[in-house]
């Protein structure tokens, strides 16, 4: 007996769920030989408010676990990363077979970049972190703490080892991320979504939204809860950021995307990603009679 | 009494409910409902860890709740009342002074179980107005109620009524331990007939696990519907417990607008009991002053960076 074929409906996940768009709006997403493959959510600004909130609730809780549970948890992502590697292949690459070897390298270079960042869950505080000399009765140290709720804004090119490689460094400190996805090539992310939800990763954790960046950018420039911003923008968008960041002072960690980046190059990842999305904490502790 | 009120159609009370949250409210519409119900709430505090000192910090929220550097004071009001404990009154008298626009609301009579000797209730009562408290909420007798013994139950209201000498009373039944909508009614007639103008009846203690519904809130509007269309008299109403959201708080306002209409759209007749109700509204509002989403943490004084 011939069956029909039964397609997948892309959704966003958010907080935990598979959702489409709160508008109820999609847009067509077509494959490199222009045939239909699904209608992607097309996610508002009342979407990106609503993952903030998810993200915001699941914050506290992810922070509180330890360094070593954060790092198993990335370590067991990487793990159903590897396990869905055809798949996810197949959604990089959707209507040419042919790119599947480029994409199944992609997604290898996805789980070792996992791997990277759960091993450095339990050790980036030994090297940010640090006791102070001073001149004065006091015992003297610096700590990190994660800063809240980050805004990702994924790449047009790369579109999950890009991805993943900008939200690794942020939640493995203990922020929790609201992801825009690359624009032209949004599909991948979608599927990603299934692997974080079968992962350990609490809900709300990450959340990945898919749409359109001038229709979204203004809100996440703005938006008062998303203390920090990590991505690639053009200078357009830059300057969008920057202006809409100022007033809720908000901290921006924007690479231009006019100058091309080797996701591949293990150089974008280690501890500099990391630091750049925690807080310094001071604390003076008097000591002696 | 029964045949004469008649039974509540649950059904079409859960239908009819469910349609409220999809009126769209935006622009001035939202401007207008967000300050209306920020004016209409009592600011809560009802716990045993409550101080003088916090009991005055609320005060302070209660008459500004929220300041904009620069920005014109009158533009959020302030809310109807703040709610506190019998022995909280007097800090909450001192901290207000002794005439403010801000009421001071207490809960009395053995809240939030009502289990006390109907003396002992009587002298709570008693006390808090003498401390300065403009607003009494009493809880009725649920024992009583579910025991079938109306008149008891009406009696004390009355005893607390005149208890309560100018205060005005706002009856709180406990919506979740009535257990179904013909009780929830019966109970809203059984105090309406007593109350005067300017009195109040309440969905619950905000102490169980089940508080303020739709349509609880529903059931009880139409009591306060009926009544008014028989009798010519105005009741208030208070939904508390349970509404945290402003989107919520609006909702509640659409079914009073739809049921009751717009002459219980004022704080004389209508309120939400609500501690943190406030600072979503404030939320709400400075998002919409400044187009840009807020942090709640801005408007509590939650102190986790989340």
């Known amino acids: 007996m011939t069956r029909l074929p039964i397609t997948k409906t892309p959704k966003v996940y958010v907080g935990g769920a598979f959702i489409r768009s709160e508008s109820g709006r999609t847009f067509p997403f077509k494959d490199a030989r222009g045939a239909f493959v699904g209608h992607i959510p097309q996610c508002t600004r009342k979407d990106l408010r609503n993952a903030v909130e998810a993200a915001a609730k699941a914050g506290p809780g992810w922070a509180r676990r330890t360094a070593y549970n ?7 992502l990487a793990e159903m990363i590897e396990a869905r590697t055809g798949e996810l292949a197949a959604a990089l690459t959707p209507g040419q077979p042919k790119g599947v070897a480029a994409a199944t390298r992609e997604i290898g270079a996805c789980v070792d970049r996992m791997i990277h960042y759960a091993g450095w869950a339990d050790k980036y505080e030994q090297l940010l972190g640090s006791v102070n000399p001073v001149a004065a009765p006091y015992f003297n140290f610096t700590v990190t703490e994660p800063m809240g709720v980050v805004g990702i804004l994924a790449p047009a090119e790369a579109p999950l080892l890009a991805l993943l490689s900008l939200i690794a460094p942020a939640i493995v400190s203990g922020n929790t991320v609201v992801a825009l996805a690359s624009e032209p090539n949004p599909y991948p992310a979608t599927v990603l979504g299934e692997v974080l939800a079968t992962s350990d990763l609490p809900a709300g954790v990450v959340n990945l939204l898919t749409g359109f960046r001038k229709e979204l950018i203004p809100t996440f420039a703005t938006h008062a809860h998303l203390r920090a911003l990590s991505g690639v923008t053009s200078a357009e968008e830059t300057k969008a950021l920057q202006i809409g960041a100022a007033d809720s002072i908000k901290r921006l960690h924007l690479q231009p995307a006019e100058s091309p980046i080797d996701w591949y190059d293990p150089r974008v990842q280690g501890l500099y990603p990391i630091r750049n999305l925690v807080e310094f904490k001071t604390t003076w502790h008097p000591v002696g009679a | 009494m029964l045949d004469e009120m008649g039974p509540v159609d649950a059904v079409g009370v859960e239908e009819r409910v469910a349609k409220y949250g999809t009126r769209s409210i935006k622009k001035a519409a939202k401007l207008f409902g967000l300050k209306l119900a920020v004016s209409m709430v009592d600011l809560t505090t009802l716990e045993g860890k409550d101080t003088p000192g ?55 009579t053995a809240f939030p179980s009502g289990q006390a000797p109907l003396r002992t209730r009587l002298a709570e009562v008693r006390a808090a107005v003498a401390d300065g408290a403009d607003e009494v909420d009493m809880v009725i007798n649920r024992g009583a109620f579910l025991a079938g013994e109306f008149g ?33 009614r019966l109970a809203s007639f059984l105090a309406l007939r007593l109350l005067r103008p300017g ?36 009741i208030g109403m208070k939904p508390a417990g349970g509404i945290r959201t402003a989107k919520q708080a609006l909702t509640f306002l659409v079914a009073v607008k739809e049921t009751l209409g717009d002459a219980w759209l004022t704080n004389r007749r209508y309120r939400f009991g609500a501690s943190s109700l406030l600072n979503d509204l404030l939320r709400q509002l400075e998002k919409e002053r400044t187009g840009a989403y807020q942090a709640p943490y801005a408007f509590s004084e939650a102190t986790e960076s989340y």
Do not use: W
């Open chain 1, 70 to 76: 954060r790092g198993q948890i990335l370590y067991r």
């Open chain 2, 54 to 108: 916090k009991v005055a910090a609320l005060c302070v929220k209660a008459r500004t709740p929220h300041e904009i550097a620069g920005g014109d004071p009158a533009q959020i009001p302030m809310v109807a009342a703040v709610c506190v404990y019998p022995a909280m009154v007097r800090h909450a008298r001192r901290a207000l002074g002794a005439s403010s626009s801000v009421k001071i609301a207490s809960v009395a």
């Open chain 2, 152 to 184: 008891r139950v009406q009696d004390e209201i009355a005893a607390v009524l005149e208890a309560c000498g100018p205060a005005a009373l706002k009856v709180i039944f406990e919506t979740s331990e009535l257990e179904t909508y013909d009780n929830i």
């Open chain 2, 199 to 234: 009195d109040f009846i309440k969905t619950s203690t905000g102490k169980t696990s089940s508080n303020a519904t739709l349509g609880n809130n529903q059931v009880m509007i139409e009591a306060i519907r009926d009544h008014y269309l028989q009798t010519g008299v105005a």
